[in-house]
């Protein structure tokens, strides 16, 4: 009889099995392809994130112990608004430390926002003098915090903290802007645009500017001033950063509602970190967005 003859295949050699000859090849290729540079198909490797300029915050000085811890609790909502921003202080005179201290320990890039409020001698040449002598700083100024509706926001909230009626009657109430004073006429110009938007806040109530000194009138002359027009319900808004002695002066002349100064009402830490947004703007071409901050307060 003729043996019958098995037409089954014989098993491939284990090397040439397919589960493992995919293996082998799909290893092969990816060693082969880790040698090869496509141009235009590498993953670049991110960019590191750019720092931030270090935002120094350039307050007056005062000898009134009160002052410091007041300009520090503003600076400490302004870290709280924007995390891992590098945050200093520095005062032209009279408290530590002082703008040029903070400077020296400073590298890099840094960004001064004046904690005032016009475009006086300070602002115009003291800071720009104390960036001069850091030449190991890239530096600039921004803008005093100035005419801008969070700063309305801010004195209009110190008005209605002290007792004043948040419905006054326009006939009868006026209010004073008391601030610092400076001989440089700009100066006068942006305190007058303070009172101008503090009184629209204000729904048309009287809004007179005043100084403590270097220009007139003084408190004391802007209460006769607006008695004289037949109001008798006359408060005084403080537009000082923290407590001093042009701040005491000014409230003790007022005849009713004397408001406290700014210290750190959130709005003004808002308008602390968006002047430092503008002069890094301005530094680089571009125009800020405007904020949520600055669309809201458009709309009241």
């Known amino acids: 009889m003729t043996e019958s003859i098995s ?9 040439l099995c397919p589960a493992g000859l995919a293996t082998e090849i799909t ?18 490797r991110p960019a590191p994130a750019e720092a931030a300029p270090t935002l120094v915050a350039v307050a007056h000085g005062s000898r009134d112990p009160r002052a410091l811890d007041t300009v520090r609790a503003l600076l400490d909502r302004v870290r ?20 040029s201290d903070t400077l020296a320990e400073l ?17 115009t040449h003291d800071l720009p003098a104390a960036l001069a002598a ?19 926001e801010a004195l209009h909230a110190r008005l209605l903290e002290a007792g004043f009626p948040q419905a006054p009657a326009r006939r009868r ?5 008391a601030s610092a004073g400076s001989k440089a006429a700009q100066s006068a110009r942006d305190i007058a645009q303070i009172a101008g938007l503090l009184s629209a806040r204000l729904d048309g109530v009287p809004v007179l500017p005043a ?14 001033l607006l008695t004289a027009r ?35 009402h959130p709005a003004l830490a808002r308008l602390v970190l968006h002047r430092y947004d503008e002069a890094r703007a301005r530094t680089h071409g571009r125009t800020p967005h405007r904020t949520a901050d600055q669309a809201l307060l458009a709309r009241t």
């Open 230 to 264: 037949g109001h008798d319900r006359i408060a005084v808004a403080s537009c000082f950063t923290a407590p001093g002695r042009f701040a005491a002066q000014c409230a003790a002349h007022a005849p009713g509602t004397a408001a406290a100064p700014l210290g750190d």
């Open 134 to 152: 850091a030449p190991h700083l890239s530096g600039r100024t921004a803008a005093p915090l100035g005419a801008h509706p969070l700063l309305a």
């Open 27 to 44: 290893d092969r290729l990816s060693a082969q392809l880790s040698r090869v540079r496509l141009h235009g198909f590498r993953h670049p």
């Open 80 to 99: 709280a608004l924007r995390p891992g921003l590098p945050v200093r202080l520095g005062h032209i005179e009279l408290n530590r430390p002082l703008l």
């Open 173 to 177: 109430t006026a209010v004073v802007l």
């Open 107 to 123: 590298r890099g890039e840094a960004v001064l926002v004046p904690l005032l409020f016009g475009h006086g001698y300070h602002v």
């Open 211 to 224: 100084y403590a000194s270097a220009a007139t009138p003084t408190v004391p002359e802007a209460v006769r």
């Open 7 to 15: 037409h089954q295949p014989a098993p491939a050699p284990p090397d």
